[in-house]
């Protein structure tokens, strides 16, 4: 499976973004989709995922803030980053989950730097 993120770039503090990624493979092939971060130094942490049947989990950081979602259809998932902070900052990275499989694929990242 191939992933293509997209979205990502330099925003003010306040600002929105929305990060898009999208999966090749058939309609509705996908358990779990959802976006991690990373900077440097630092852990991959999760920021939030979305379960095929419309559950979301968000890490409490993003809580308020950030909205996942995803088209089931097309195989893609939206992360929508309002009230932007600049401990947002990161490299953020797309992740899927086929259904039965317990080790998923990871997307090439996209940075969003948030200016203070």
């Known amino acids: 499976v191939q992933l293509q993120a997209s979205g990502g770039g330099l925003v003010q503090a306040g600002g929105s973004l929305r990060l898009s990624c999208a999966a090749s493979?058939?309609?509705?092939?996908?358990?779990?989709m959802g976006w991690y971060r990373q900077t440097p130094g630092k852990q991959r942490e999760l920021v939030a995922t979305?379960?095929?049947?419309?559950?979301?989990n968000y890490a409490d950081s993003v809580k308020g803030r950030f909205s996942i979602s995803r088209d089931n259809a097309k195989n893609t998932v939206y992360l929508q980053m309002n009230s932007l902070k600049p401990e947002d900052t990161a490299v953020y990275y797309c992740?899927?989950?086929?259904?039965?499989?317990?080790?998923?694929?990871w997307g090439q990242g996209t940075l969003v730097t948030v200016s203070s």
């Open positions: 493979g058939s309609s509705g092939e996908f358990n779990l």
């Open positions: 979305a379960s095929f049947g419309g559950n979301m």
């Open positions: 992740y899927i989950l086929r259904w039965g499989r317990s080790l998923g694929t």
